[in-house]
């Protein structure tokens, strides 16, 4: 398989994560990087502009050294227009395929999924927050995301589709 750079975006709950670890079993020489792992190494971490531009910064760099030592890369969060322009670029300054997924849900679906995701957690988000995030979602198929509605699909069968797409420009 050609080395690729895949963007992973979509509401918060939607199967980003879930996904990812999908894929992770199944493609070699792949790294699976965004924000959330990213946030764990920083101390006194803010939730916060700050501190999520420091985490972004972070992620795009870590993709260009992945991709220049032949590491195929996919990039799991939420990602704004200004990093898809950034992303592309990087791509073909590192001969990738570039691919653009957006997974979805209902907003009561993925309200749900995500307040069962709090149990235990450590810093766990409120109900506010949640509300917050998942009303910034926005349809991107539009800017060339091909669109994924995660509510019916399990993560196999999204990870499947996706598996299709890069083999088909492999």
Do not use: C, W
């Amino acid at each position: 398989m050609k080395k690729f750079l895949l963007l992973l975006d979509g509401m918060m709950a939607s199967g980003k994560s879930t996904v990812s670890n999908v894929l992770k079993e199944k493609l070699p020489r792949t790294a699976i990087i965004g924000m959330d792992s990213v946030k764990h190494y920083l101390t006194d971490l803010e939730r916060g502009k700050r501190d999520n531009l420091i985490g972004r910064k972070v992620v795009i760099e870590m993709a260009k050294k992945f991709l220049e030592v032949d590491i195929s890369v996919i990039i799991e969060q939420p990602i704004s227009k200004e990093e898809v322009e950034i992303y592309e670029k990087i791509s073909k300054d590192f001969s990738a395929t570039y691919h653009k997924f957006q997974l979805f849900t209902s907003p009561e679906i993925a309200f749900d999924r995500a307040i069962k995701r709090q149990v235990g957690r450590k810093d766990p988000h409120s109900e506010e927050r949640i509300k917050r995030n998942i009303g910034l979602f926005r349809n991107r198929a539009d800017e060339g995301f091909e669109t994924i509605d995660s509510t019916e699909k399990s993560p196999e069968e999204i990870a499947g589709e996706i598996l299709t797409a890069l083999k088909s420009n492999s």
